[in-house]
């Protein structure tokens, strides 16, 4: 299972914060990593704690939540969806891009339309964004997409890249959840391929093997034929 979104949840009500964090924890994707009760308050846990999603209530004291949202990069803001009992900020949010807005009192349902949205928005940011590998004092940069295809290697994974391997220190199924799946498909316990680079899949003996551009072959398993079947339409 990939790594749970981190998740901020800021309103100066202890029991309203209390509500949220308790939908939220009922999700194994999301992980609460903190409250704040101000404006100020979110924007230091912000600057801190670096959370993928902030439920913000609006009026606060010590700094509303746009006045909290100000104060930081706009590259460093994470999503957020507004948790209000005020209709008439609802503009003012979409238009410094809010996920969604909740109106209180809001019933499960919404909040989880709300929330199934923002994890929809996440994952796609999360698929773009380059992978940190650290490499002899340094870290460089991988682009996903530039990613030929995935091998196991104990507590790492090794990314092969444009004729190169680099060791990666994440299991194979955090990283398969991390990945494009409209690109990347397992074809063994052991291997993710890219499938822009697939250009062959052949018969070799009693196996199926696929054949990438650079001429690597890599089997594939029984309980991925059916898989790879579906996105390559024969196999």
């Not at 999603?53 to 507004?82: H, I, K, Q, S, T």
């Not at 199934?116 to 650290?134: G, I, N």
């Not at 498909?185 to 070799?204: P, S, T």
Request: with cysteine; hydrophobic share 45%.
């Amino acid at each position: 299972m990939p790594e749970p979104f981190r998740v901020l949840v800021v309103d100066d009500e202890p029991l309203a914060r209390e509500g949220v964090r308790s939908l939220c924890e009922a999700d194994p994707e999301l992980s609460v990593v903190g409250e704040a009760a101000s404006g100020a308050g979110a924007a230091r846990a912000i600057a801190d704690l670096r959370p993928d999603l902030v439920f913000f209530d609006v009026e606060m004291p010590a700094g509303d939540a746009f006045d909290a949202l100000a104060r930081v990069e706009p590259a460093a803001r994470p999503l957020f969806v507004f948790v209000t009992a005020h209709e008439h900020y609802a503009r003012r949010a979409f238009d410094v891009r809010a996920v969604d807005y909740l109106l209180k009192p809001f019933t499960d349902a919404r909040f989880a339309e709300a929330l199934a949205r923002a994890k929809e928005a996440l994952s796609a940011a999360r698929r773009r964004a380059p992978l940190a590998v650290r490499e002899s004092g340094r870290v460089r940069y991988v682009d996903p997409g530039a990613i030929d295809w995935v091998e196991a290697a104990d507590y790492y994974v090794e990314l092969h890249v444009g004729g190169s391997s680099l060791l990666y220190r994440e299991s194979m199924q955090a990283l398969e959840g991390r990945l494009d799946p409209a690109r990347f498909v397992r074809i063994h316990r052991k291997a993710i391929v890219n499938l822009d680079r697939v250009v062959e899949v052949v018969r070799a003996g009693r196996q199926w093997q696929v054949v990438l551009a650079d001429g690597v072959r890599l089997p594939v398993s029984d309980r991925a034929r059916e898989r790879l079947r579906g996105r390559l339409g024969s196999v």
